[in-house]
């Protein structure tokens, strides 16, 4: 009898399983929904940075063409995945890609146009740095200037857009292992913790150690 049961409870996690897995399929079907409405105009690239709030590090964009038959599970608004899940994204995305860009604009030239025209450069620096000339572009939220191509601005479009997704996952992941970097030369700031957010700990180091050449000196006048 215990038996039996142990092999009913088996049975029936692998049911959830299989009703989690089917759950995912579903919801990812509904991320291609902007990829299949511009199919007919070719190649669809989705468009996000990461990284416009920081008071440290740079803003990076990332540019995501997607076969049109993708697959992979699992991509979402990359603040929605933890960041063990956005690891285990990336090197998916970059193999199942058609295409994957990436642009990345310093804190010197934040300071010196703003981060709302620091990500426009970003984002048409990832767009360039395509392997493939994308037809279409859906962006989240913004729309670029100074490109020819045709976008569509999409709100909440990392959580709407399967494509906009991988690009945030793109820029979320490639940002932070940077910031990761950072931290090892200059450690007394938990940039690998923080990733250049203004916490209480980046704060306090800030008042004490000053600023480095990474910070955005138009983002941290009030505390230096």
Do not use: W
């Amino acid at each position: 009898m215990s038996e039996e049961k142990k092999i009913s409870q088996k049975e029936l996690r692998e049911l959830k399983r299989l009703q989690k897995l089917e759950a995912e399929k579903e919801r990812t079907e509904q991320l291609k929904v902007y990829e299949k409405k511009y199919a007919a105009f070719g190649y669809v690239c989705g468009i996000d940075e990461a990284g416009r709030g920081p008071l440290a590090g740079p803003v990076v964009a990332g540019a995501v063409i997607l076969p049109p038959d993708c697959q992979i599970l699992y991509i979402n608004d990359s603040k929605k995945l933890s960041a063990k899940k956005r690891e285990e994204l990336y090197p998916v995305i970059m193999e199942e890609a058609v295409a994957v860009g990436v642009g990345m604009v310093s804190p010197q030239r934040i300071d010196e146009i703003n981060i709302l025209q620091a990500t426009y450069e970003a984002m048409r620096e990832a767009i360039h740095n395509l392997s493939v000339e994308p037809d279409i572009l859906l962006n989240d939220a913004v729309t670029i200037p100074e490109v020819a191509i045709q976008q569509v601005p999409i709100i909440k479009g990392d959580a709407k857009s399967i494509s906009i997704g991988a690009a945030s996952i793109i820029a979320k992941v490639t940002r932070d292992r940077l910031m990761e970097e950072y931290d090892k030369i200059l450690p007394e700031y938990g940039f690998a913790s923080n990733k250049g957010y203004g916490t209480k700990a980046h704060i306090e180091a800030l008042k004490t150690y000053g600023a480095t050449p990474i910070h955005r000196r138009s983002f941290i006048q009030k505390f230096i």
